[in-house]
Structures are given as structure tokens and as C-alpha cells.
């Protein structure tokens, strides 16, 4: 037998590809206001202010509330993410690489929506302060105490977000442990970690800030943050016959504001702190 004959060996291939871990797009889109399908380079969202119920005296006038009505912009900014798939590359391949530059693609667009909204909490002046600790029971129910302070109903549409180590230490609170599995809730969460606790919904986030060993974490309610999108996360591919490759295409146009400070608490926290045994 020829001593060459490993050089005819076929190598073969799992069609399944691995993927670089990576967030699969957005886990904040559905958590804030949003407006899609948005004309023009900005959009405009209302904000009312609060009502309140005066005396009227016989035969005397109808008090007035005079709720205050104001406005707050967004600007939409566009987005791509694009490369290319030589067609030749294709055939020496058994995986659909089109398919995973078009997955790659959009996970990364979908991030970038959550990277406009935490742009747009960390805007916030109402902050629970690190001191040199984590995650604790006792910052929670700080920053809980600070939207109840501020009539930020609480009807279900409180969102938290966390980092990992945060999440960590929230496992080691028992009543968090005990509470609700909010994917059940909402669709949009299947497959992730998240809980219902204290009529919050709570879900955990790699991309948060982090300053100096300072990660920042954020309680809000669904209205204080608005998201307007002219255009979704879509995926075109082209064939470019001077490259003789397809060209793989995302395109996003959205932007973020935040609409009422008041609907939002910062949560500082020590990104290093010890985890309970």
C-alpha cells in the first residue's frame, strides 16, 4: 500500500457550526416603550405629569389640575454590519456560511439596541450608592423604596437588569431564589435566566457599564425609556459579481431617550465582591 495514501483521506466535517458566544440581539427591546416604523430622523414622545383633585366650593368654579404636558426626543442613528462570503469559500464547506454571517449579524445589531437603551438609564441621577459592596438585599429594597417614593406604578412593568456577578449574589438571597421564573411571562425570554420578585421582572446582562471595578445595574419602569426604530434589524444578501462573493448585509436605524428620570433607579455595586460560600 502506498505510504501516501493518508493524503486521499477525506476529512469530515459536522455540519453544525459553533458560534462565538454571544448574546442572541436584544434582551432589552421589549422591556421600554417603543415606537417602530418611525419616519424621519427623529421621533417625539409624550410625557404628562402628575393630576391632583382640589375642593370646589358651592356654586364656586371646577379646580383645575393643569397637568403639565412635555415632550422628549429621540434621534435615530443607523447602523450596519456587513462582510462578505466568497462563493468559491462556499464550496469547500458542507455549512451554510451565509447563514452564520447572517446570525452573527443580527446578534450584534440586537445588541446594539441594548447598548442605546443602557446609554439612555445610565442617564440617571437617582443612584444606590457601591459602598464597597455588591449586590445586596439592602440596595434593592432602597432603590424599590425610591420608585415607590415616586408614584412609579407598580403594575407589572418594572424591568431590573444585572451583570453575572450580580445574578450570583441575587441566588443567594432566598426569597429571590423562591420567586417566579418570568420566562413563562414573557415570551421574549424564553431561554434566559430571569425572575419575578418583588412585581419586578429581573434578567441579567453582560454589557453594563462597568467603571473602575463599579458595575452599574438599573431598576426602571417600561415608560421612563423610549426606543424608536425607523427601521428593524433586517438581513439583505446580495451577490456582488466584481467580488464574486455575496455580500451579507444588516441594516438598523433606531434610537433612545430617556422620557422620565423619576422611572429610573441606578444600582452601583461591587464587581468584585466575594461571593457567599
Not at 501516501?4 to 462565538?20: C, G, K, L
Not at 383633585?53 to 443607523?78: C, F, I, Y
Amino acid at each position: 500500500m502506498s505510504t501516501s495514501i493518508t493524503n486521499a483521506f477525506i476529512a469530515q466535517y459536522v455540519a453544525d457550526v459553533h458560534e462565538a458566544y454571544q448574546q442572541r440581539g436584544s434582551k432589552l427591546r421589549n422591556t421600554v416603550r417603543l415606537k417602530t416604523n418611525v419616519n424621519g430622523a427623529t421621533a417625539v414622545f409624550q410625557k404628562n405629569g402628575k393630576g391632583a383633585a382640589g375642593k370646589k366650593t358651592r356654586h364656586g368654579n371646577v379646580p383645575l389640575m393643569n397637568v403639565a404636558h412635555s415632550t422628549v426626543t429621540a434621534t435615530l442613528e443607523d447602523w450596519y454590519g456587513a462582510d462578505y462570503v466568497d462563493k468559491l469559500d462556499e464550496l469547500k464547506t458542507n455549512t451554510d456560511e451565509r447563514l452564520v454571517v447572517a446570525n452573527a449579524g443580527a446578534y450584534a445589531l440586537g445588541r446594539k439596541i441594548d447598548e442605546l437603551i443602557m446609554a439612555r438609564l445610565d442617564q440617571t441621577a437617582n443612584i444606590v450608592a457601591e459602598a464597597a459592596t455588591g449586590l445586596t438585599k439592602a440596595k434593592i429594597l432602597e432603590a424599590f423604596a425610591q420608585l415607590n417614593s415616586r408614584d412609579v406604578p407598580d403594575d407589572a412593568n418594572r424591568f431590573a437588569v444585572v451583570g453575572a456577578h450580580q445574578w450570583n449574589e441575587l441566588l443567594d438571597i432566598s426569597e429571590f431564589k423562591s420567586a417566579d421564573f418570568a420566562g413563562d411571562k414573557y415570551p421574549w425570554l424564553k431561554g434566559t435566566e430571569s425572575r419575578t420578585w418583588l412585581g419586578i421582572t429581573w434578567m441579567f446582562h453582560t454589557g453594563l457599564p462597568l467603571v473602575a471595578g463599579t458595575r452599574k445595574c438599573f431598576l426602571y419602569h417600561r415608560n421612563a425609556i423610549g426606543l424608536a426604530e425607523g427601521q428593524e434589524v433586517k438581513v439583505f444578501t446580495d451577490w456582488v459579481p466584481e467580488k464574486a462573493a455575496h455580500l451579507v448585509d444588516h441594516l438598523l436605524s433606531a434610537g433612545a431617550v430617556l422620557i422620565d428620570e423619576d422611572g429610573v433607579v441606578e444600582i452601583d455595586c461591587d464587581d468584585d465582591a466575594t461571593l457567599a460560600a
